[in-house]
Structures are given as C-alpha cells and as structure tokens.
C-alpha cells in the first residue's frame, strides 16, 4: 500500500531520543498494550505494518540529515514505487476504487494496462491452445476477390486444410479473407486473429476460431507460438511488419527455424535486391540471412514449404 514520509530537518538524539520517536510513531501498539511500556510497543514491528496499511499517514523521518539540499519534503511510496514532488498523485489507488462517482479514467493507468495485456495473452493461449498444426497466412486486407493473389491464398487454405494444417490469418477482408475462405470450405480449421483499428472490418464470414486482440505485440505472439511456417503474400506495412518480426526471431534464435515463404516474386523480388545488394553487402546482415526466406510464384510449392517441418 502506499505511504507518504516527510522529510524532519530535526536531527534524532541517541538512546532516549531515538526510542521517543519509535513510540511517537506506534501510537497505535499505546492504545492495545493494556498499560505496557511504549519501548515495548514500538518493537511491534507487525502492528505498525499493520497501522500503516490500514491508514497511510504522514510521519517523521528520522533518517534526513539536518544539511540535505534535495528540493522535495515528502516522499510517496506505491508499493515498491517511489515518488516524490510534482510526481506524488493527487489520489490514491484504493480512494479510486472506493469513489462513489462514474469516473473511470484511473481504469487507463498502465498498471492497470498490465493486467488487460496479461488478460489477452491468458485468453489467446487458451483459445489456441488445441488447434494443433498451423501455418500462418499474411497478406493485405486491400486485395479484391478477383485479384489473382486472392485466388492463389484461397487455394492455399484449401491445400493446408486437405493436409490436416489449420490456416491462421488476421481475420480481415483481402488475402486474410482469402485464405480463411479456402481453409473453411475444403473443411479445415480457419483461424482469425483480429485486432483493434477504427478503420477496418470486424472479422471475415470464414472464420471458425476467432479472437481479436487490443495489442499487436500480443497478436503477433500467437502467430509465432502456433504457426510451425508461415506464407506472406503481397501486403503493405502490417504485412511487412509481421514479415520481418519473424525473420528477427529466426534470425536471432529466439523461435527455431521456421520456413518462410513469400509468394509473388514479382512483388517481392525488389526488396530481396535490396537485402542482398544493400544489407548484406554493407554488412548489416550475415550472408546466410537471405536463405532464410524463400521466394515462389506457386500457391502449391508454398504451401509445401511452409509444412515442410509439419511432415516431419
């Protein structure tokens, strides 16, 4: 709980000096000990703790020197928190609970975030947890059904599903659409995770498993843990995003490998130049990191890769 400590310029005597100031802050052991000695009470150690937690207060210090030059008279302290100055609120945390009124705003503090980040990874694992094989499916939501990448995803799903591999999307209209669509109408499992954003659609018609998350940190964690590959057609900055998270983990060691497969050579064939003739050349990269990706123009050949290490 939290406590606030005034700083005393008053320098503590030895001996009598330092057991009047224990005494003075355990009123409270005074008022149980049925006539007992203050010195007694102060060495009451569990119901000073227990007074403080019940009421925080204010009360002297006597560990200030007399000479300190520090700006700040009080210090505040929230459990292992401490602040001091114009960082002490103005409310407490139990006085938020407590109130009366239809405030919630202390609801967006980040510790409370905390719990609503711990809450949708509690909530992903176990909505995962029994999906079994998956390949992870990336791809722009902007993709219309008679784009060719739209049909070559659908095939996709439908080749995951026939091979027992659920499909994991993002669960939004275009590619994502598209792979769902094949996954759930060849019979197979279709998994949507969704996220949070004013300007798109909820989930696809062709999801069976869904979820949407608040946080892409958090969304992104699933697509990592249950995916053994992953397919990314032509997409944007999510897609890019999504992308080059996973090669960081391989990369880095920090999954096993896991085959990555771009579809569409045409599309991507830009940005590998450009890893291979830029990153690599300038030593950003080692000259393995460009095998970690693979390119093809075949829904099938993608499809194969990417549950290469499902067959084993």
Known sequence: MAKIVKKSHEKAKSGKGKDKAKAKSTKVDK????GKSSSKGAKDK?????????????ETSANAPADSDSPYDD?????????RGSMIPEDTTIGNLLRADDRTDWLHMDPWRVLRIQAEFVDGFGALAEIGPAVAVFGSARTQRTD???????????????????TITGGGPGIMEAANRGASLAGGKSVGLGIELPHEQGMNNYVNLGMTFRYFFVRKTMFVKY???VIVCPGGFGTLDEMF?????VQTHKVTTMPIVLFDTAYWQGL???IQSTLMDRGMISPIDPNLVTLTDSPDEAVQYATRLIAQ
């Open 245 to 249: 998270e996973v090669l960081t983990l």
């Open 46 to 58: 569990n119901r000073v703790s227990t007074a403080e937690i019940v009421e925080p207060k204010l």
């Open 148 to 166: 060719p990448a739209y049909k070559a995803a659908r095939r996709m799903g439908r080749l995951l599903a026939e091979r027992g591999v659920a």
């Open 75 to 83: 210090t505040y302290y929230r459990g292992p928190v401490m602040m």
């Open 272 to 274: 590998f130049d450009w």
């Open 31 to 34: 008022k149980s000990t049925d």
């Open 227 to 229: 995916s053994s590959g």
